[in-house]
């Protein structure tokens, strides 16, 4: 996964900011921003440091010295100068969020997350947001929390659909913590697209989309192996199997279904019907089945996903019901449906920070005026965040 940069530089609003001190110091902040912009740390250090002896009430500029330090991995007097900007503006974004970015770097999880958040609660632009909660999202996943992560990339490409390495991040979760290839060759491809050229990740991501394709061509070779497909006799038994269902003769209609299916086992229609006749005769695990089988055929039919995962709530199969969701939530990461769904199988888990998670980013997608978000917004909030 990507280390995100959530760093930045402040040059243009410093310079303005700062008219307050001396010749001597503001000469030094330029020289020390003009060395800072070529990259040569070192000197930026000595003149930023210089303009701090002169220049003692500007937060921004101990963040830009600070951020000199922690590029030359100087990483105590980095955190001194993160600290010294809080100390004179306690809502700094700014420092606030390379000091979650050290403890990250450090391996101080519950340390790095805390900054985070104050760093997102202060945050004044959806681009700064986007680029915290990618942060964020990289420590929930270090401490196992992988649905969480989910969410703060999903937030984030939800403030911004541009920022590349939302899209990188979410990629490798699903590669490696939620095992959906296709979804996760979505998300490569996407980063891929709309990345700077020069990001240092171009090159994993089309070494994982070369991998991820050749893969899932095997897989679907395999599939097709030896299939025999007659789509006109599965078309015939499809209608018998409508006509049927529409008379109310279920048992007749989940034989012509099957029937339709094994003339030609990619017909769409038939499984969702099979699907279907099977909920209606209360056969819910045959009906699971069928639905998974639909959402194998058109893997974005989230009406699929969405009956499959409410037949297995109401059997209480809880692991299959948020299996089938992950999928449906890769698919259409924006439909609120899929986070009731979750929010209610981790209530049920006892796993109420997630439940909180899923209800507030369910909250976040439903309509304005919905009738039912007043008592919604109720149940979240009693929901512990931790």
Same mark, same amino acid.
């Given at each position: 996964m990507i280390r995100? %940069?959530?760093?930045?530089?402040?040059?243009?609003?410093?310079?303005?900011?700062?008219?307050?001190?001396? /010749?001597?110091?503001?000469? +030094?902040?330029?020289?020390? &921003?003009a060395a800072f912009q070529e990259k040569n740390y070192p000197v930026a250090i000595t003149q930023l440091t210089h303009a701090t002896k002169r220049i003692t009430d500007s937060p921004d500029l101990y963040y830009n010295l600070g951020l000199a330090h922690l590029y030359q991995g100087n990483i105590e007097p980095a955190q001194a100068a993160f600290k010294a900007a809080l100390e004179l503006a306690p809502g700094h974004v700014e420092s606030t969020t390379c000091l979650g970015q050290i403890a990250y770097l450090q391996n101080d999880l519950p340390k790095a997350q805390a900054f985070f958040d104050k760093a997102l609660a202060g945050a004044r632009t959806d681009e700064i947001r986007a680029r915290i909660l990618t942060a964020l999202a990289l420590t929930e996943s270090g401490r196992e929390h992988y649905d969480i992560a989910r969410l703060h990339l999903l937030h984030a490409l939800k403030l %911004?659909?541009?920022?590349? #390495?939302?899209?990188?991040?979410?990629?490798? &979760?699903? !590669?490696?913590?939620?095992?959906?290839?296709?979804?996760?060759?979505?998300?490569?491809?996407?980063?891929?697209?709309?990345?700077?050229? %020069?990001?240092? /990740? %171009?090159?994993?991501? +089309? *070494? *994982?989309?070369?991998?991820?394709?050749?893969? @899932?061509?095997?897989? !679907?070779?395999?599939? @097709?192996?030896?299939?025999?497909?007659?789509?006109?006799? $599965? $078309?015939k038994l499809l209608q018998d199997g409508m006509r049927l269902q529409v008379a109310k003769q279920n048992p007749k209609a989940i034989k012509a279904y099957r029937d339709a299916l094994a003339a030609d086992p990619f017909t769409f229609s038939a499984a969702f019907g099979l699907a279907m006749a099977y909920k209606a005769q209360g056969q819910r695990a045959e009906a699971i089945d069928a639905f998974k089988r639909a959402t194998d055929i058109?893997?974005? /039919?989230? =009406?699929?996903?969405?009956?499959? +995962?409410? @037949? $297995?709530?109401?059997?209480? /199969?809880?692991?299959?019901?948020?299996?089938?969701? =992950?999928?449906?939530? $890769?698919?259409?990461?924006? *439909? #609120?449906? *899929?986070?009731?769904?979750?929010?209610?199988?981790?209530?049920?888990?006892? !796993? @109420?920070?997630?439940?909180?998670?899923?209800?507030?980013?369910?909250?976040?997608?439903? #309509?304005?005026?919905?009738?039912?978000?007043?008592?919604?917004?109720?149940?979240?909030?009693?929901? #512990?965040?931790?």
């Open positions: 995100t %940069n959530t760093f930045l530089f402040l040059t243009a609003f410093l310079l303005a900011a700062c008219g307050c001190g001396s /010749h001597s110091g503001q000469s +030094a902040l330029k020289q020390g &921003l %911004n659909r541009l920022y590349a #390495p939302a899209y990188y991040n979410l990629a490798s &979760l699903y !590669r490696d913590k939620f095992n959906l290839r296709e979804e996760a060759l979505d998300n490569f491809e996407m980063f891929a697209r709309i990345a700077d050229k %020069n990001d240092s /990740h %171009n090159g994993s991501a +089309a *070494n *994982n989309i070369k991998r991820l394709r050749l893969n @899932l061509e095997r897989t !679907r070779a395999e599939e @097709l192996d030896g299939v025999r497909r007659d789509p006109a006799a $599965a $078309a058109s893997p974005n /039919h989230q =009406d699929s996903y969405v009956q499959a +995962a409410e @037949l $297995a709530i109401q059997l209480k /199969h809880y692991a299959e019901a948020a299996k089938i969701l =992950d999928r449906a939530i $890769a698919r259409s990461p924006f *439909n #609120p449906a *899929n986070d009731e769904l979750m929010a209610r199988i981790r209530y049920e888990e006892t !796993r @109420l920070p997630e439940a909180r998670a899923y209800g507030e980013f369910y909250l976040l997608l439903l #309509p304005p005026g919905d009738k039912n978000r007043a008592a919604y917004s109720k149940w979240v909030k009693s929901l #512990p965040e931790k």
